[in-house]
């Protein structure tokens, strides 16, 4: 699976940013593709992910309520939405594709970097 991370940037506290991941994959049926982040000085950890079909999402706690993951099925496409973006939302995010069958992510596209100034 390939993926192609984009959508970064600088955003006020309280903004919106809306990021994307292109994947090119020989099949999408078993997919799920998981978003992650590492700030600066920290491990990179789990943000939440969306099942390719049907299109099933989980989230951390910390994003509950303010990020949203969907997918264009035509476009191929895993949208990660931000809202109410906060200082410590500050790092980089990246796109990383697992199958259902495993726990392991194999796949990661590059990051993106996203900066909330307050």
């Known amino acids: 699976v390939q993926l192609q991370a984009s959508g970064g940037g600088l955003v006020q506290a309280g903004g919106s940013l809306r990021l994307s991941c292109e994947a090119s994959a020989r099949a999408y049926s078993n997919l799920i593709v998981g978003w992650f982040r590492q700030a600066p000085g920290k491990e990179r950890e789990f943000v939440g992910s969306?099942?390719?079909?049907?299109?099933?999402?989980k989230y951390a706690d910390f994003v509950k309520g303010r990020f949203t993951i969907s997918r264009d099925y035509a476009k191929k496409t895993i949208y990660l939405q931000m809202n109410n973006l906060k200082p410590e939302d500050t790092a980089v995010y990246y796109c990383?594709?697992?199958?259902?069958?495993?726990?392991?992510?194999?796949?990661w596209g590059q990051g993106t970097l996203v900066t909330v100034s307050s």
């Open positions: 990383a594709a697992r199958i259902l069958a495993s726990d392991n992510y194999s796949s």
């Open positions: 969306i099942r390719w079909s049907p299109a099933i999402s």
